[in-house]
């Protein structure tokens, strides 16, 4: 049940009321809107299952709202659009990456990441919103721009540094091509989960394919 009671809990009460201000302790300006943490939270939830229920095209501030259990004026105070409020999240996505791995072989750290990418992707909410928003990445060059960062601040950065973490190690070479190492490690999974969306990887997929990864950037 959408409720606005957020509305007045975000406003700061007017200076000069209560007495003195405390010399410890700064106030907000007169009027100004606390923004309230568990709030932003509740709508950006409410956004990646808005977004999986009914896709980007058709989603509406007012079912954020709605799904958040908040007022309209909640959302309209973090984020001008809903535009906005996507490339928000997408940008929180990149910013937040995935854990880099570090089981001490090339072929160990790339299982992990497989491992870890292989259930975020089969999440029912992400199979949904992924390849919705790869259609309007197509068109719309705002979201295919925040598309690109998140997935090179987050798997392109951890799939780096699986790279140089290996050079270090003397298990690939120094001066390979790294851009054709990074497709070589992200390609053949978000090919499987994203593009062909393969409802269940056959037994042992993801080890038979860091080493088949493994072995394929050994020869780059």
């Given amino acids: 049940m959408t409720t606005n009671a957020d509305s007045s809990s975000e406003?700061?009460?007017?200076?000069?009321q209560g007495g003195p201000p405390s010399r410890t302790r700064r106030r907000a300006p007169a009027g100004a809107a606390v923004l309230r943490e568990d709030v932003t939270e509740a709508i950006r939830a409410a956004v990646f299952e808005e977004l999986a229920a009914v896709g980007y095209a058709r989603m509406s501030i007012e079912g954020i709202a709605r799904r958040a259990g908040v007022g309209k004026t909640a959302v309209y105070r973090r984020w001008r659009s809903k535009l906005h409020l996507v490339l928000d999240l997408v940008s929180a996505i990149a910013v937040q990456g995935l854990p880099a791995p570090d089981t001490g072989s090339l072929e160990g750290d790339l299982l992990l990441l497989y491992q870890v990418t292989s259930r975020a992707l089969k999440h029912p909410v992400a199979g949904q919103i992924i390849?919705?928003?790869?259609?309007?990445a197509a068109r719309n060059p705002e979201i295919a721009d925040a598309m690109q960062k998140a997935l090179r601040e987050g798997q392109h950065g951890v799939a780096s540094g699986i790279v140089r973490?290996?050079?270090t190690r003397g298990d690939l070479r120094d001066g390979l091509d790294e851009e054709l190492a990074l497709d070589?490690?992200?390609?053949?999974?978000?090919?499987?989960?994203?593009v062909v969306r393969t409802p269940e990887l056959p037994k042992g997929h993801l080890k038979r394919l860091a080493a088949a990864t493994a072995a394929a950037l050994k020869a780059l």
């Fill in 165 to 167: 973490s290996a050079v």
């Fill in 184 to 194: 070589l490690i992200s390609g053949p999974l978000y090919w499987r989960s994203v």
């Fill in 11 to 16: 406003l700061s009460a007017p200076l000069g």
């Fill in 131 to 136: 390849p919705d928003l790869q259609a309007e």
